[in-house]
């Protein structure tokens, strides 16, 4: 029997930490732990941490030093890099230099929301060392056909390395609809609370719902935590829509058990986790055609999608849902069919694994 590849996987904030990439990231590792068989073994190396930014640069200069002393002993046969916009396109174009340098190929996987935004306007040395990062890539993977499209922009080059291989969770075993048990209907927010994921825009149109009987809402996530309970409160919707802030994976999983509708109203995304949690678990989501959203959600078949910033049209997706229990069941059952047949995150690992096996020769 051949000794199992290792593979290093380049994350943000490590176990457990804040953030889709994360929690992916996460659930690879325990799937290659827990499948031997497949021949691979896949360990994490933190390149930010849970610290600040201050203390990030002490983090990333720890992850070089153990990646150059890994790859040097030999004892590191693939690394995966989670790529996103910002401080990741800096951190990650020096570990892929570093990785050439020391000959370890390497994968690249897009997850930033803002990356063509973020590679256009920064500044000309970075943009040459994206060019050179993607170049020199083994395989990239990307999240829908549209990221595929914002890397050829750049690199025309790689295009025979680019894969499509979409976010994927554990299917969720079928449960009795939630609103069977109850009178009341849930909408439950999961996310960085801000203008990014259309947080005013949500409570602007809950504000315009607070007439209709039999519905509250859970906003939570990391971010403007403070200044979105503000706005509840301005909007009087203090008694309807509970702000408890970041929620841990049972809390999360407590949640998504209780919900109803799932609202991600985002003015930019790549492909939420959240939403492809929500397929799982059956819910019917209402969000916005941006990033690779559409390509997941079809609306009317297993959602509702809504423009960026149209909060009128966001209320009238939310009353239709709140009314009409029959059309969120069909909704989140088409879901879950969507979720089964594209999702599941067996599947998943399996495409994935064979990715490393090419990339690793």
Same mark, same amino acid.
């Given at each position: 029997?051949?000794?199992?590849?290792?593979?290093?996987?380049?994350?943000?904030?490590?176990?457990? *930490?804040?953030?889709?990439?994360?929690?992916?990231?996460?659930?690879?590792?325990?799937?290659?732990?827990?499948?031997?068989?497949?021949?691979?073994?896949?360990?994490?190396?933190?390149?930010?941490?849970?610290?600040?930014?201050?203390?990030?640069?002490?983090?990333?200069?720890? #992850?070089?030093?153990? @990646?150059?002393?890994?790859?040097?002993?030999?004892?590191?046969?693939?690394?995966?890099?989670?790529?996103?916009?910002?401080?990741? *396109?800096?951190?990650?174009?020096?570990?892929?230099?570093?990785?050439?340098?020391?000959?370890?190929?390497?994968?690249?996987?897009?997850?930033?929301?803002?990356?063509?935004?973020?590679?256009?306007?920064?500044?000309?040395?970075?943009?040459?060392?994206?060019?050179?990062?993607?170049?020199?890539?083994?395989?990239?993977?990307?999240?829908?056909?549209?990221?595929?499209?914002?890397?050829?922009?750049?690199?025309?080059?790689?295009?025979?390395?680019?894969?499509?291989?979409?976010?994927?969770?554990?299917?969720?075993?079928?449960?009795?609809?939630?609103?069977?048990?109850?009178?009341?209907?849930?909408?439950?927010?999961?996310?960085?609370?801000?203008?990014?994921?259309?947080?005013?825009?949500?409570?602007?149109?809950?504000?315009?719902?607070?007439?209709?009987?039999?519905?509250?809402?859970?906003?939570?996530?990391?971010?403007?935590?403070?200044?979105?309970?503000?706005?509840?409160?301005?909007?009087?919707?203090?008694?309807?829509?509970?702000?408890?802030?970041?929620?841990?994976?049972?809390?999360?999983?407590?949640?998504?058990?209780?919900?109803?509708?799932?609202?991600?109203?985002?003015?930019?995304?790549?492909?939420?986790?959240?939403?492809?949690?929500? @397929?799982?678990?059956?819910?019917?989501?209402?969000?916005?055609?941006?990033? #690779?959203?559409?390509?997941?959600?079809?609306?009317?078949?297993?959602?509702?999608?809504?423009?960026?910033?149209?909060?009128?049209?966001?209320?009238?997706?939310?009353?239709?849902?709140?009314?009409?229990?029959?059309?969120?069941?069909?909704?989140?059952?088409?879901?879950?069919?969507?979720?089964?047949?594209?999702?599941?995150?067996?599947?998943?690992?399996?495409?994935?694994?064979?990715?490393?096996?090419?990339?690793?020769?």
């Amino acid at each position: 029997m051949h000794p199992p590849k290792r593979i290093w996987a380049a994350t943000p904030y490590g176990e457990q *930490g804040m953030g889709g990439i994360d929690r992916l990231n996460d659930a690879i590792v325990d799937a290659f732990a827990a499948r031997p068989e497949l021949g691979l073994q896949c360990t994490r190396l933190v390149t930010r941490g849970k610290w600040g930014l201050l203390r990030a640069q002490g983090v990333f200069a720890s #992850a070089l030093a153990r @990646f150059s002393i890994g790859a040097l002993r030999g004892e590191i046969d693939l690394l995966h890099i989670h790529l996103s916009n910002g401080g990741s *396109g800096y951190r990650k174009s020096v570990l892929g230099k570093l990785a050439r340098a020391l000959r370890i190929p390497y994968v690249l996987h897009l997850h930033g929301i803002q990356f063509r935004e973020f590679w256009a306007t920064t500044n000309p040395v970075l943009q040459k060392e994206l060019v050179r990062l993607h170049e020199g890539s083994a395989r990239i993977i990307v999240l829908g056909q549209y990221w595929a499209g914002v890397i050829l922009e750049r690199v025309p080059a790689v295009a025979d390395r680019i894969v499509v291989l979409p976010n994927a969770t554990a299917a969720i075993a079928a449960t009795p609809c939630p609103a069977q048990d109850r009178h009341e209907v849930r909408i439950t927010f999961l996310g960085r609370l801000g203008a990014r994921k259309g947080v005013p825009d949500l409570l602007r149109a809950l504000g315009t719902l607070k007439k209709i009987p039999d519905w509250s809402a859970t906003v939570a996530g990391d971010g403007e935590i403070e200044e979105t309970r503000a706005q509840a409160q301005r909007q009087g919707l203090s008694d309807r829509v509970s702000i408890p802030g970041w929620l841990d994976v049972a809390a999360r999983t407590r949640l998504l058990e209780q919900t109803d509708i799932l609202v991600l109203p985002s003015h930019a995304e790549n492909l939420p986790m959240v939403i492809i949690e929500a @397929f799982a678990y059956g819910i019917a989501v209402v969000s916005t055609p941006v990033g #690779a959203i559409p390509e997941a959600v079809t609306s009317g078949h297993n959602g509702i999608l809504v423009p960026p910033g149209d909060d009128r049209a966001l209320a009238c997706a939310l009353e239709r849902l709140i009314a009409d229990q029959t059309l969120r069941r069909s909704l989140g059952e088409a879901a879950r069919a969507t979720h089964r047949e594209r999702y599941e995150f067996d599947r998943y690992v399996c495409r994935l694994a064979e990715i490393w096996r090419q990339a690793a020769l």
